[in-house]
């Protein structure tokens, strides 16, 4: 499991704190500045606040009740009052400025990326497992949301309370107030001695959540498989070690907060006990009051509240930057496949003709040096309205083609033309409006059938998508579904058999009304029923149409208008299916072993 587990880790944390990831995380409070503005000031309202009750019980104990005055005694009780009541309005304020605060950022950045993940092209996906992926826009931007709705601004909260109880400490007393404030080098010290420990716990945790996801992902998605082949207690146990390893990961953060602020309070506790000591011998010497000292005391605990609280908050600047330094790596990343600085523009009825012209392509990056190489040297010319099959062993590249046509990835050599015109210059979009295709892997949504057809175009309306099922004949076994066409689908179309959903793929396919049909395996996994229906409704639709057609059954591309017959990534021969047996070359002898086979 190692290198699997190494294909899901989380990438190394960088620095502790980043300005340059703050001032790019700082950038999603821009549309929101009013909010930050209200949130501040509500915290400036409240650290003034909270230095109101311990002054007032100093002036009841020194001069209210010394004096008898029972009328400012009364005063200084309603304004103590107050200060309470506006101190809880003011915290509730906070709490839901700065969470809508938080929840509306978390909106905009899951937005961007999943804008982004749409962009990207097969390449990036083909080295990104979707566990780690899903990572990202989960839990990264989780702990972001943390960090804008109990972080950032709040942070001015804790700044502008210290900054008022040191005030108001130095005023009352500056003697005392130093005092009070001569263990903040132990209470820093160990701060920044627990601050790599933490650290490095927390990149434990992550790492580990990393590989919880993309376990559960792949075993869901393959469930199977897995019960197929009894693997359920063996992926239970794997499991449980994931989850024992994650586990102890999380106790070893618990155990590091343990310590640190019971220390804290340690701390605290040795702060009062000065505050008590000194205090003491200068009131037995005349030169303070009790009040001063209770005042002090109170002051005291509010103010390493928060020292404790921008701990805390520290910490939680440490996760926010590991997790904006992934998500921005990912915002960061190179869309390789994009439209053309000047896109050329084709007609909207464009003939459909394509051609490729010596294409070369390797799934591997160009490092420099020898290159596995998919598809060398492959030219062809598809006429409008003319249907080619691809034929070839396993692993010839004839998928392949059809990732060019599409722009799934690019092409390291040559180019590939649609009417003339290189499908580089193309808008993408344009591209892929002109192609309809037809996979052998269907993937259906879970969603009604209607939508799975028209994929929530506004163009397609329900006559056209009925149009198109009937055609295909789908509309056979969706009427006779209990919702019809508005009957919701299992996830990946689970409760289709593999013949129904790809008649929805087909029907997909065909509403879109292309210029260009391609069809890759589209009747291999079908019984001979359904491919009599389909095989029934292609032939009338693809008059006119161009079509590819890659095929493994060649007893499916007989009537193909050329054939074209790849080998170890070369167009190896070409022809009709009566030249190709004629020829007697790798197409005869691939036709004799199938028919060996279904005759034998």
Request: without cysteine; glycine residues 8%.
């Amino acid at each position: 499991m190692a290198n699997a587990e190494t294909f899901h880790e989380e990438d190394a944390l960088g620095k502790a704190y980043d300005a340059r990831l703050m001032r790019r995380l700082l950038r999603y409070l821009r549309p929101y500045w009013w909010q930050v503005a209200i949130a501040i000031v509500i915290l400036l309202l409240g650290a003034g606040a909270a230095i109101v009750g311990p002054w007032i019980v100093h002036l009841v104990i020194d001069e209210a009740i010394p004096n008898g005055d029972v009328r400012y005694l009364t005063i200084l009780a309603a304004v103590f009052f107050a200060s309470i009541v506006l101190g809880f309005l003011l915290e509730y304020g906070q709490a839901v400025v700065t969470t809508w605060l938080g929840q509306s950022i978390m909106y905009d950045m899951r937005s961007e990326i999943f804008e982004k993940l749409q962009q990207l092209d097969l390449r990036f996906y083909d080295k990104n497992p979707i566990g780690r992926l899903m990572t990202r826009i989960t839990n990264d931007v989780e702990t972001l949301n943390t960090l804008f709705s109990s972080g950032i601004v709040t942070i001015f909260g804790d700044v502008f309370t210290l900054g008022f109880i040191v005030a108001a400490m130095l005023s009352m007393n500056w003697r005392l107030a130093l005092v009070s404030f001569s263990v903040l080098p132990l209470v820093f010290g160990t701060a920044f001695m627990f601050r790599s420990y933490i650290r490095a716990a927390y990149r434990d945790i992550q790492v580990r959540i990393a590989r919880v996801n993309a376990f559960l992902h792949e075993r869901i998605t393959g469930i199977r498989v897995v019960q197929l082949f009894n693997r359920e207690d063996t992926d239970a146990a794997r499991l449980a070690e994931l989850n024992d390893d994650h586990l102890q990961a999380h106790l070893r953060s618990i155990t590091y907060y343990a310590l640190f602020f019971p220390v804290i309070q340690f701390f605290t506790a040795l702060a009062l006990a000065l505050i008590i000591w000194y205090g003491g011998l200068r009131m037995l010497e005349g030169a303070l009051t009790v009040g001063v000292i209770v005042a002090f005391l109170q002051y005291a605990r509010q103010f390493f509240q928060p020292i404790q609280d921008l701990s805390e908050k520290y910490n939680l600047i440490q996760a926010a930057m590991a997790s904006s330094e992934r998500v921005f790596h990912l915002l960061d990343e190179e869309v390789a496949i994009t439209d053309a600085v000047d896109p050329l523009s084709l007609p909207a009825s464009g003939r459909g003709e394509i051609t490729f012209e010596n294409v070369w392509f390797a799934y591997d990056a160009d490092a420099g040096g020898d290159r596995d190489w998919v598809l060398q040297d492959v030219s062809f010319t598809v006429a409008p309205g003319e249907k080619v099959a691809i034929v070839g062993h396993t692993g010839a590249g004839k998928t392949t083609l059809i990732n060019l046509l599409m722009r799934f990835y690019d092409v390291d050599r040559g180019r590939i033309l649609l009417d003339g015109v290189p499908i580089s210059r193309l808008r993408i979009d344009d591209l892929r409006s002109r192609v309809g295709l037809v996979l052998q892997d269907v993937f259906l949504f879970s969603q009604d059938i209607g939508y799975n057809i028209r994929l929530g175009s506004p163009e397609i309306g329900p006559e056209r998508v009925k149009e198109a099922a009937e055609r295909v004949g789908a509309s056979t076994f969706i009427n006779r579904l209990e919702k019809g066409y508005d009957q919701p689908l299992g996830e990946r179309g689970a409760t289709l058999s593999v013949g129904e959903r790809q008649l929805v793929s087909f029907a997909r396919a065909l509403a879109f009304d292309p210029q260009i049909l391609v069809l890759d395996e589209a009747t291999s996994s079908v019984d001979s029923e359904i491919e009599a229906r389909i095989e029934q409704a292609t032939d009338e639709l693809l008059s006119g149409r161009t079509s590819l057609v890659i095929a493994h059954r060649l007893s499916t591309v007989q009537n193909a208008d050329r054939i074209i017959v790849l080998h170890r990534g070369r167009a190896h021969e070409t022809g009709t299916h009566d030249e190709l047996l004629t020829l007697g070359g790798l197409y005869a002898r691939l036709y004799e072993l199938q028919f060996a086979s279904v005759t034998g």
